[in-house]
C-alpha cells in the first residue's frame, strides 16, 4: 500500500531502540527521508544502518536529548535546511521511573512534566511552522497506554502523560485549515529494552504473566507499533486528528 510518503521528510525523536526505532524503519520503508536522534552514539550509528536498510531514502542520525529545548528546536531547523519539510513529526521520550504515587517528591513530578510532555511541545512548536508553510503535515506524539489505564506502579506516568492528549486537542482547530493532523499513539506492552528492564530474574515467567493479561494473549512486536505510527503518518490517514490511539492489544478495558 502506497502510503504517499515518497519524498517527504520525517522527523522521529528518541528512535535508537524500542519503538521509535520501530517507526523510523516504517517511515523509511516508505519511502520518507528519515532525521532521527538520540543520545548514545554506538545506538546512532546502529541505528542508521536499520533505518537505511528500510527504505530508498536517507537515514540522518543526530546525537540529542530530548530535554535541551534549545538542541531540540536546532535539530528541527537543521534538519529543514539540510533535508527539507519536515513534513511528519514523531515526538518521542523514554518514560520516567516506576514506583507508586506517593513515592516521589515534587521535582521527580516536574522531572516527569519536562520529560513526558514538555520535550514533545518543544519539538512540536519548532516544526509546526514548516509544516503550515507547506500545507501538509503530521505530527504523532508518543505516550503510553497509562494516559488511558492509569497503573499505581507507573503514577509519574499515569499522572502526567494525559497532558499530550489535551495538547493535541487543543492544536487540531489551529492546524487543521493547513492540513496538518495531531495525534497521540498510546502503546501497551511491546517487547522493547524498556519492557526487559521491568522484568525480574524469571523473564519467561514476567512475560508470561503479562501476556496472559492481554486479550491477544502476547506482547506487541516493535513492528506492530511502527506500522500504526506509519499509517497515521501516511496520506491515507488524513481525515484523523485529534484522536489518541492504543497500540495495546485490547489491554485497555475504557470505553
Known amino acids: 500500500m502506497d502510503l504517499g510518503l515518497c519524498g517527504r521528510v520525517a522527523l522521529v525523536a528518541a528512535a535508537t531502540s524500542g ?7 516504517e517511515l523509511a520503508a516508505a519511502g520518507a527521508d528519515v532525521a532521527f536522534c538520540g543520545r548514545d552514539e554506538a545506538k546512532l550509528e546502529a541505528a542508521a544502518e536499520q533505518i537505511g536498510a528500510a527504505g530508498p531514502g536517507r537515514a540522518v542520525p543526530a546525537r540529542l536529548d530530548v530535554r535541551d529545548h534549545a538542541a531540540a528546536a536546532a535539530w528541527v531547523e537543521r534538519t529543514a535546511a539540510d533535508l527539507g519539510g519536515p513534513h511528519v513529526l514523531v515526538t518521542n521520550a523514554g518514560g520516567p521511573p516506576p514506583g507508586p504515587g506517593l513515592g516521589f517528591g515534587l521535582d521527580a513530578y516536574r522531572d516527569a512534566v519536562d520529560l513526558c510532555v514538555l520535550s514533545h511541545i518543544a519539538l512540536v512548536q519548532a516544526a509546526v511552522p514548516h509544516m503550515v ?74 512475560l508470561a504473566e503479562i501476556a496472559a493479561g492481554v486479550p491477544l494473549g502476547r506482547l506487541g512486536a516493535p ?8 499509517f497515521l503518518a501516511s496520506e491515507r490517514a488524513g481525515f484523523i486528528t485529534g484522536t489518541t490511539l492504543l497500540v495495546d492489544g485490547g489491554l485497555s478495558q475504557g470505553i
Open 223 to 230: 513492528g506492530d507499533f511502527g506500522a500504526a505510527a506509519a
Open 19 to 25: 519503538l521509535g526505532l520501530a517507526t523510523a524503519r
Open 133 to 206: 508553510e507547506a500545507g501538509w503535515g503530521r505530527v504523532l506524539m508518543i505516550a503510553s497506554e497509562t494516559m488511558r489505564q492509569p497503573t499505581p506502579r507507573l503514577a509519574l506516568s499515569s499522572t502526567v502523560r494525559p497532558a499530550l492528549a489535551g495538547f493535541a486537542k487543543a492544536l487540531v482547530r489551529e492546524l487543521g485549515p493547513a492540513g496538518v493532523t495531531v495525534n497521540v499513539l498510546a502503546p501497551g506492552y511491546h517487547l522493547t529494552p524498556a519492557v526487559e528492564a521491568l522484568l525480574g530474574a524469571d523473564r519467561d515467567a514476567d
